[in-house]
């Protein structure tokens, strides 16, 4: 508690040696430039020059002008929601990791829209973004995960603080649901009561979690294997058993009803696969290979096992200009599609890709 204060106290310290009016101006100036430039990107009008703001100059101009006062993950994710919906305009106060009620709370009537899950209607606020959908044909349950923190499994609920969800899966063994945070791994037990523990929250992660997804097996053993991608183009091997949440948990601290397990305590290999952000991570059981894609133009798609993860050999990339932001895999053709070219995987084993005509935002998922 006494770390908070210190680090709170520095804080205003910071603050007070700025001129903060004419700092906060050139702040709110800054995200004016973002957000235009963003617009434009999207509409497909935007021409790069020496005056576009990508992470690494909003980092440094928001640093330059509030010092110490601001934290690195606070820059990261007001820089992430301007570039993920440049409509919803964050609070300046949320670059000081300060969010107003309405911000972070179920908004009025008025200001929902409905989500259809199955035969239950879950309300889900205008201002939120649905970041993963999963279904899970066995128990017949559909997963979400809103942006803001919100999981649902049909009727059933969890609302994880303040926290930006980027990704969620079912692990089938442990019968859990996952989902990734900014800075945490959140191990959620839907069938909880309310007198128990709602689950585990894994943390720190040093870099910024934006996908995971579920390494399905053959065999039925007490545990369940993830893949994660990050921000700065890490793909991470996570192995959970039942035994780790006995022997992992923390005895004192707890986020809300979720036992805290030290990320430390984890063998959690790691691998820099991608030169940008992983923007989607999946395994392919059939192929027993994950694909993991990047706007990287270099090292675009990775298609391989996951034990190049642990091992460092060499993988099989696939480079494309302004990179891949989706694919999805085609059994019956035994072709894997991305937003700008094909895989083909013959009988061998061996890979051969084509372009298409056509670049895609989603794929919907092929049978």
């Excluded at 997963?143 to 609302?159: D, H, L, P």
């Excluded at 007490?222 to 990050?230: E, N």
């Excluded at 991608?274 to 989607?280: L, R, T």
Aim: glycine fraction near 6%.
């Amino acid at each position: 508690m006494s770390g908070k204060k210190g680090r709170d106290k520095e804080g205003c310290f910071a603050l007070e040696s700025i001129d903060f009016k004419t700092a906060l101006a050139q702040f709110q100036n800054l995200v004016e430039k973002m957000i235009i430039q963003r617009t434009k990107e999207s509409s497909g009008l935007y021409t790069k020059d020496d005056d576009e703001i990508d992470y690494e100059k909003f980092y440094k101009t928001t640093r330059m002008l509030f010092g110490s006062a601001v934290k690195d993950q606070d820059i990261q994710t007001f820089f992430r929601k301007i570039m993920s919906n440049p409509d919803e305009r964050p609070e300046w106060t949320e670059i000081f990791g300060c969010f107003s009620r309405e911000s972070i709370g179920i908004s009025s009537a008025s200001k929902e829209t409905l989500v259809l899950l199955v035969s239950e209607k879950q309300q889900i606020t205008h201002s939120d973004v649905i970041k993963g959908i999963v279904k899970v044909p066995l128990l017949r349950l559909t997963v979400t995960a809103s942006q803001k923190g919100m999981i649902t499994v049909f009727t059933e609920i969890c609302y994880f603080d303040t926290a930006w969800i980027t990704g969620c899966d079912f692990l089938p063994n442990l019968n859990y649901v996952v989902a990734v945070t900014e800075s945490t791994i959140i191990l959620w037990d839907y069938k909880s009561k309310e007198s128990e523990s709602d689950g585990f929250v894994i943390k720190p992660m040093k870099n910024c979690l934006l996908c995971v997804c579920t390494v399905t097996m053959a065999d039925n053993l007490a545990k369940d294997t993830i893949l994660m991608g990050d921000d700065k183009g890490y793909v991470y091997l996570l192995t959970i058993t039942s035994d780790d949440f006995i022997m992992k948990q923390s005895k004192t601290e707890k986020v809300l009803k979720f036992k805290v397990m030290d990320s430390e305590s984890f063998d959690m290999p790691k691998r820099k696969l991608h030169d940008d952000w992983v923007g989607k991570i999946k395994y392919f059981p059939t192929l027993k290979r994950f694909g993991s894609c990047s706007t990287d133009s270099i090292n675009s798609f990775v298609l391989d096992d996951i034990k190049r993860l642990e091992d460092h050999l060499p993988v099989k990339e696939f480079s494309v200009p302004k990179g891949v932001n989706a694919f999805t895999y085609c059994g019956k053709a035994k072709v894997i599609v991305t937003g700008v070219f094909c895989i083909n995987i013959t009988l061998n084993g061996k890979f051969t890709w084509f372009s298409s005509y056509s670049v895609l935002l989603s794929i919907p998922a092929m049978s």
